[in-house]
């Protein structure tokens, strides 16, 4: 089976390594296949440990076939803007929160269909230096390390920080009327990724808002946004408010009597009910009550109830 390793710096090349026989027996044998990297998007690749965002870009400007490939990533903006170089005042407080830029697998599974999504794509993000204090903020304990979105950051202030690929997945429940939902349910080793995935990767995260000048105003809008609300100006209304209207067709549907709650309140209390649980039992108790549910969906436990409540039918 062939395998391919990035190789950065100067010299930057993308080595494919084949087992082949020779006198000496079979024994891996490298070649240069930088320009040709497009006829390789399937195979597995390893970033050597000091790859850059610079030396990813360049291996596309090396071979201009990516550029048809990735089109409809931005991939002729990015690269225009790579082509710039690096900020070099732009390292050092960079790093000051981002010591590399790591890629990983993140799948989902519905444990109620025992099916899995999101297993294509790999996702982007930063991941900041080894906290010498607990962060409280950001819920990370001293030993840990903050992971950052890079989405709107000038990819230029990128494109000397090292990429590298964690092969340890997370995977997260998927079903919706779990209790568990969106949590980290177990974890998994990933073998090998492609270089399509490595290069799809990376693209989709640093275009998710557009071209370098579509980024540029979309963070603009944001930093008006936040100086509106900083200074009071601001049209803001509350999660709960917004959230009331899904609420109360929902809670029409499956209550005879809200003893007096708002069905916002209604709503939020049911991702407490455990998923084996019976529903009515423990609106019962933590209503005194006050609360009832309709005849349909009284023999429902916690995540069949949720999955009647968010559907609008069991």
Partial sequence: MQHLILRPGPELALREFRPEQDDL?????????????????????????????????GLIE??????????????????????????????????????????????????????????????????GPVLQEDHPEEHKRKGERIEWSVSLTPLRDLLAVPVRVNHEERITEGDQ?????????????????????????LLWELSFHGGPGEQEAVAE??????????????????SDDLFERLDVPRCAAMFDDLGGHRPREIGQ????????????????QKFEGRVRVKADYRELNGREFRRAYQSGRV
Avoid at 184 to 200: C, N, P, S
Avoid at 226 to 236: D, M
Avoid at 269 to 284: M, R, S, T
């Fill in 269 to 284: 209390a049911l991702h407490n009910i455990g998923d084996a649980e019976n529903a009515v039992q423990w609106i019962e």
């Fill in 177 to 201: 009327a779990a209790q568990a939902w969106m949590q980290e349910i177990r974890r998994a080793q990933v073998e090998d990724v492609t270089l399509g995935q490595v290069l799809e990767g």
């Fill in 62 to 127: 090396a071979s201009p076939l990516l550029k048809h490939v990735y089109r409809s990533a931005f991939v002729e903006e990015l690269c225009a803007e790579a082509n710039k170089g690096a900020v070099s005042d732009a390292l050092q407080p960079l790093h000051e929160c981002i010591e590399y830029l790591e890629l990983y697998a993140q799948w989902a599974l519905d444990t109620h269909t025992q099916t899995y999504s999101g297993t294509t794509r790999l996702g982007l993000h930063g991941v």
């Fill in 25 to 57: 027996g079979r024994r891996p044998n490298e070649h240069d296949v930088t320009e040709r990297a497009h006829e390789f998007l399937f195979e597995p690749v390893t970033l050597h440990g000091d790859t850059t965002l610079a030396d990813i870009f």
């Fill in 221 to 238: 809008d944001l930093r008006q946004r936040v100086a509106e609300v900083r200074g009071g100006t601001a049209e803001t209304v509350s």
